[in-house]
């Protein structure tokens, strides 16, 4: 009898250590924080449709840059600004890096920059030769910070761009904001196009605004989208994703995981 319950008392024992174990291991189990990432940066490395819209974009610009050069007369040099990131270099190896690693930006960024690694996207470098060859002015304007202006300039040489110098490619310094280096380039220049990936890059109308007063300011626009305004897709980041945290940068994963979900405009089959 006695044996018996001592049995029943071991077997108890080790079945309630086996279920804590499997209770620990299951709130244990790490949960990918960057789980969002991973089909944004499938769609831009492996869809042919994003390869296809980048083409798209830079068609538009060369048609666009080729029929203001032929109908307007211009008192300044004509010139276009590019942002850098996810307009004319593919930094989404950077983005499966924090993927793999459940890490989150900037971790690991300054060392990307530094290999100066990131490939041209498709149809940029034909574009940009393009205008080169037209005598239009060719500006880089980055929120990369200056400090990285080196590896930059190296990455664009790298990746076959042309009018890559210092006085060409205007990295961040003191503010985020692109209008003050847009008015110095407008000063001597006529700017014929701008082409981004995020709508700060044209105008300063579209900063810090919640996702409706981003579709009024779009909105607002419409005409000089296609025309002066060329949009590359990003779906891996961008102002677009800070205005679904209000710009709470610094809130958790889980935070932004709510404010996620919470942003999501769902059909209900209950009404
Ligand atoms: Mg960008």
């Not at 032929?70 to 950077?94: G, M, Q, R």
Request: glycine share 4%; net charge positive.
């Amino acid at each position: 009898m006695k044996s018996r319950r001592l049995i029943l008392l071991t077997t108890t024992v080790i079945l309630t250590l086996l279920l804590n174990a499997c209770t620990v291991s299951e709130s244990k189990v790490p949960v990918n924080k960057n789980e969002h990432l991973v089909m944004a940066t499938l769609y831009l490395q492996t869809a042919a449709e994003a390869r296809a819209l980048r083409y798209q974009a830079f068609n538009l610009a060369t048609m666009r840059l080729d029929q203001a050069l032929a109908h307007c007369k211009f008192a300044k040099k004509p010139a276009v600004i590019l942002d850098i990131d996810e307009t004319i270099l593919d930094n989404s190896p950077y983005e499966a890096y924090l993927i793999k690693s459940n890490q989150s930006f900037p971790v690991g960024w300054k060392a990307w920059l530094s290999k100066a690694e990131a490939r041209p996207l498709a149809g940029a470098r034909a574009f940009l030769q393009h205008a080169d060859q037209k005598g239009v002015d060719i500006f880089y304007v980055s929120n990369r910070k200056v400090q990285s202006l080196q590896s930059t300039m190296e990455n664009l040489k790298k990746a076959g761009f042309p009018q890559v110098r210092k006085d060409h490619v205007c990295l961040r310094e003191n503010t985020s904001g692109k209008e003050a280096r847009r008015q110095a380039i407008a000063k001597t220049h006529q700017i014929l196009l701008l082409l981004g990936d995020n709508l700060n890059d044209f105008a300063q109308v579209f900063e810090h605004k919640s996702v409706e007063k981003r579709f009024a300011v779009t909105d607002s626009l419409k005409a000089k989208f296609g025309k002066s305004f060329i949009v590359l897709p990003n779906p891996m980041y961008g102002e677009w994703e800070g205005a679904i945290y209000n710009y709470h940068w610094k809130m958790s994963a889980a935070q932004k995981d709510s404010a996620r979900k919470a942003a999501l405009r769902a059909f209900n089959p209950e009404e």
